[in-house]
């Protein structure tokens, strides 16, 4: 008896040595699997003595696992899974009455092998559980953030890139990627969350290195100013990989916000251009006078008028010199475009002379 009782002992502490191993590699807490164990046992004792009403005497800390089926005490028996007559309960408990329970220790290894996987299929769903709970927690406390990750892989095919995300993992699929980005396994990238999604498969986190917000929160990590609210981010246009256009505004007098941005001979939007892979980056005064906003998007162009529609459409036409004529236009209109996204107006570009193709 006294061996028996040593090697059930010894299962008791092997299973929490295992639960214990389990909370420190997956971080599941030791309670919630001990609540799945319950449960698995429950549905053991079911499928084996037809009933599951069961107490279990778990105590972690000592290595304690008991478990008792319970039993409506009566005089005449019906049913006998659920009932036993009182002569037998008195044997167990000599203060046994009818109508009340009495327990009946159950020998933890006679469960048996359906019993066992219940139990493994009800703990790795609970793992699988867990995980995509803490993966939506984790994927959620990073909505719309600037997150570091470590590639794992780059898919030969489609070119998307998997990637470790804190314990999460999330892809980045070759559409969200800057063209012409080289990256390597092993490399550390910055991603912008757009979006996190529950589907069948998990907890989804939508990531970008596109997203004009990626722009955004780089500036934010870089530039103090923009950090603590002195300069603020108005207006962003992108198009990633080649170029964006960035609209700020200073908050206090003392402090020039393109300057700021800019930093000591231009250190900190050199910084920002390398971690894009080399993308070209204008950052202008943002004005609430647009004509004085249309004029600094349009940079690095001079401009020498503004004129807005008087229709209320939202649209102007702007004069620059003959001679910056292609470069207010840009590489296949690129820059009269990201200024149009970043103003919010439609532009139409002349030359000064009025006659196009001039400064040819």
């Known amino acids: 008896m006294a061996r028996k009782k040593e090697v059930q002992q ?17 971080g599941i807490p030791v309670e919630f699997m001990l609540d799945k164990i319950k449960k698995a046992i429950s549905t053991a004792c079911k499928n084996n003595y037809g009933n599951e009403d069961v107490d279990m005497e778990i105590d972690a800390a000592a290595g304690k696992f008991d478990v008792y089926l319970k039993k409506e005490v009566k005089s005449q028996v019906e049913f006998p899974d659920r009932e036993i007559l009182l002569e037998k309960a008195r044997e167990l408990d000599p203060m046994a009455e009818e109508g009340g329970f009495v327990r009946i220790k159950l020998d933890t290894r006679q469960f048996g092998r359906v019993a066992a996987q219940t ?15 803490q993966m939506m927690q984790e994927f959620q406390s990073k909505h719309q953030e600037l997150v570091s990750g470590l590639v794992e892989r780059i898919d030969p095919k489609t070119g998307s890139i998997s990637l470790k995300i804190g314990k999460a993992e999330a892809v980045l699929p070759k559409s969200e990627q800057i063209g012409g980005e080289s990256v390597t396994e092993g490399d550390y990238i910055k991603v912008y969350v757009v979006d996190v999604r529950e589907t069948e498969k998990g907890p989804k986190a939508i990531i970008s290195r596109t997203h004009p917000d990626l722009i955004k929160r780089i500036f934010e990590t870089e530039v103090p100013e923009i950090y603590d609210g002195t300069v603020e981010i108005k207006a962003v246009s992108r198009e990633a990989g080649s170029r964006t256009k960035l609209a700020v505004l200073s908050h206090n007098p003392d402090v020039d916000a393109v300057g700021a941005c800019i930093g000591s001979r231009g250190a ?34 001079n401009v020498v008028s503004v004129e807005l529609s008087e229709d209320g459409s939202r649209s102007c036409k702007v004069t620059v010199p003959d001679h910056q004529l292609s470069l207010a236009i840009g590489n296949k209109g690129q820059n009269a475009r990201l200024a149009a996204k970043l103003t919010g107006w439609k532009i139409d570009i002349k030359p000064e002379s009025g006659f196009y193709g001039e400064e040819e």
């Open 119 to 133: 139990a493994r299929n009800i703990i790795r769903q609970g793992i699988r559980d867990s995980e995509r709970g």
């Open 10 to 26: 010894q299962g008791n502490e092997e299973l929490f040595i295992a639960l214990e191993l389990l909370q420190k590699e997956k």
């Open 268 to 301: 900190r939007v050199s910084e920002i251009v390398d971690e894009l892979g080399g993308e070209k980056i204008d950052i202008v005064e943002y004005s609430d006078d647009p004509k004085a906003f249309i004029a600094a998007a349009l940079s690095p162009a």
